[in-house]
């Protein structure tokens, strides 16, 4: 999604604004725009090109000078097309004010057609464009910076950060979070601002997250900082030992390719982790897997997860009702972790969609927990959805992969999902290190509730070791045969149907997912028992159907009996099963045969192979396979 960087010092600052843009690509963008004031001429100057910020850097090199204050920015668009026009910054009438601008405004219509008969002229569809004309309108009137942003974001509501830069007063960056994260870096020769630290992350000595609802105005000297009725705040400065680590695709094709292949790794570094949390080690997540946070997770004695978590042992002990919120591929997660805590801990489980949460009606229930996961940390349904459980007295707690993200300020505890940097928009590594912690985070429950003994606990561990075993050697077995024949085969398909039973569901759901977003076929899910109840009327030979098994005698005997009724109409039968499940697999016309695991971790064991296949069904269509069309990596507005 969108990304801001700012620098204001005594250094040159075009390249190192450019720099920190090209470490936010992996947010996703469509275009994008820098703006400086020029030293020599004293005045704005800009670029603002379609694609990527290489092509911005390219343009850059035909627009001579530069300065010591400077914003960039890369847009995901919202409102209005991609193009030029729709791209930041956006300018006042002047042309002596430049805006940037993360996130949507809410109502910004009605003050668009008040500017507008006012003689505002507006060059974009954007909802941004409001609010340099806006700023611009008001400083004409108050003369002074402070007075005129407090105005600004008492007229406007939504979800934003932004930063304006005025040709006026050169040497200044006003900057704004609301419900959109924004960082504060310093180093002797000034400051950054950047929506994610990750843009300057060694370049600075310190670093402060801007508290939200805060303004701050950057000079080269100093920042004021205070919030949105005015009153001074402290930036609350930490030291950076952030490295940005460069992370390639090292010989592989794609990311996410890289991404499938580093799944057992990433297993069995999260058992790890997590399995000496309870000793008297004292433990750092190692950075071998390119992982930009090196976190330290300062745990010495058992009962120290649960502070971790902000939860006392007796909390555990009386949890009694554990929510999850997600969206997309982490829900998909949830929906299979659901499974873990209702039969491992035996305590009753919801799973919410993130997006939905905040428009339902909000049972407040004693003994409960709510989990919120999310790869980034940063989406705003999930991070909304934090917000509402904050407001009450219950726990909270995140299980991402972003240490510094704003989910992991908010909420009350975190755990790290070590996943390491992924890359590729479509998750993979991370969706499984989700069903790992999550499995691990079921067992300590339980273990905690007293319901496993200590051997079952060490057993599920060992069995998540032999789940990632089977996660590649899957792909292994039937690698040669997907690349050189299936691929082929199954891309000619313009639509596809996805089944499961029980925890194969939102296995199922997350195949369809995957198929859909980089692939662009069409591909819906369904509950395999819910095939007779409609969706059996879509069953043709144009139409693969693709049933992932499980490893529950009464469910596999379930899943068989569906497979029947498809093969009666004739369906194409695609069969994800597991060793010994011949019934099932011989009515198909292709099966993709996994060794067994423990049942709570089929799905996990078959991940490998599934993303495998979508990825291979793709790159036959030879589609952007990181990026596809229309998509972000962290998903920043509502
Ligand atoms: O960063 P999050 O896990 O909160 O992101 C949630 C979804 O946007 C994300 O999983 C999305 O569905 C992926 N593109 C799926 O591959």
């Known amino acids: 999604m969108c990304g801001i960087v700012g620098y204001v010092g005594r250094s040159y600052s075009k390249n190192l604004v450019l720099d920190g843009m090209q470490k936010l690509e992996y947010r996703g963008y469509d275009s994008a725009g820098i703006v400086f004031v020029e030293e020599k001429t004293s005045r704005l100057s800009y670029l603002k090109k379609i694609g990527k910020v290489a092509d911005l850097a390219k343009g850059l090199d035909g627009l001579s000078g530069d300065g010591f204050v400077c914003m960039g920015h890369t847009r995901w668009a919202t409102h209005g097309i991609v193009d030029e026009a729709n791209a930041h910054p956006h300018f006042n009438c002047k042309g002596d004010i430049a805006l940037i601008h993360n996130g949507i405004i809410e109502g910004y219509e009605v003050v668009r057609k008040e500017l507008a008969l006012k003689g505002h002229k507006f060059l974009s569809q954007t909802d941004s464009e409001v609010l340099v004309h806006y700023f611009s309108s008001v400083f004409e009137l108050y003369k002074s910076v402070k007075p005129s942003i407090l105005d600004l974001v008492k007229k ?15 040497d200044q960056l006003i900057v704004v979070r609301h419900n959109s994260p924004l960082v504060l870096g310093k180093q002797e020769k000034g400051f950054f601002v950047a929506s994610d630290i990750v843009a300057f992350a060694g370049k600075v000595e310190e670093f402060a997250f801007m508290p939200e609802d805060s303004i701050a105005i950057i000079n080269k000297k100093s920042i004021e900082l205070f919030n949105f009725s005015g009153e001074v705040l402290l930036p609350a400065w930490q030291k950076s030992s952030f490295v940005f680590d460069i992370v390639n695709k090292d010989g592989f094709e794609h990311f996410m390719l890289k ?19 309870g000793t008297d080690s004292k433990l750092s997540a190692h950075n071998d897997l390119g992982n930009y946070f090196d976190y330290q997770l300062d745990i010495e004695y058992q009962d120290r997860i649960w502070q971790q978590l902000g939860i ?3 909390q555990v002990k009386n949890l009694k009702n554990i929510n999850l919120v997600a969206a997309g591929t982490s829900w998909h997660a949830c929906k299979i972790a659901q499974f873990f805590f209702e039969y491992i801990c035996k305590i009753q489980t919801n799973v919410y969609l993130s997006s939905e949460f905040c428009y339902m009606p909000f049972f407040e229930q004693k003994d409960s927990i709510y989990i919120f ?24 707690i995140v299980i991402t992969n972003v240490a510094s993200s704003t989910m992991v300020q908010e909420a009350g505890g975190f755990l790290p999902m070590q996943a390491g940097v992924e890359v590729s928009v ?85 195949a369809a997912l995957k198929l859909k977003e980089i692939s662009y076929i069409f591909a819906q899910s369904y509950p395999a028992g819910e095939l007779k109840h409609g969706p059996i009327a879509l069953v043709d030979n144009n139409t693969p159907v693709v049933i992932f098994s499980s490893l529950d005698d009464i469910i596999y005997k379930k899943i068989v009996s569906n497979a029947q009724e498809i093969k009666a109409r004739h369906g194409h039968l695609v069969i994800f099963a597991f060793e010994g499940q011949t019934e099932l697999a011989d009515l198909a016309e292709q099966a993709f045969i996994v060794p067994r695991v423990n049942p709570f971790l089929g799905p996990l064991a078959m991940s490998g192979l599934m993303q495998f296949f979508v990825y291979e069904i793709t790159k036959k269509l030879g589609n952007p396979i990181d990026k596809p069309r229309n998509l972000a990596k962290a998903v920043t507005v509502e």
């Open 259 to 277: 991404e499938i292949y580093e799944q057992k790794k990433v297993i069995e570094r999260i058992v790890n982790f997590y399995r000496l949390v």
């Open 156 to 170: 406007f509501k939504g979800a934003y950060s932004l930063a304006i830069l005025m040709q006026d007063i050169p």
């Open 426 to 510: 479509a998750s993979t590594k991370a969706f499984s290190a989700q069903q790992v912690i999550l499995f691990i985070l079921a067992n300590r429950i339980a273990l905690e509730q007293n319901k496993i003994t200590p051997e079952l606990m060490k057993h599920a561990e060992e069995d998540l070791f032999i789940a990632a075993q089977v996660l590649e050697l899957s792909i292994e077995n039937y690698k040669w045969e997907i690349s050189q024949k299936l691929a082929e085969q199954y891309s000619v398909y313009k639509k596809f149907i996805f089944l499961g039973r029980h925890i194969s569901y939102p296995f199922a759901m997350e």
């Open 312 to 314: 006392t042992i007796d």
């Open 373 to 396: 996961v999310s790869q980034s940390g940063e989406t705003a349904d999930t991070l909304q959805a934090l917000r509402r459980v904050n407001s009450y007295n219950i726990p909270t």
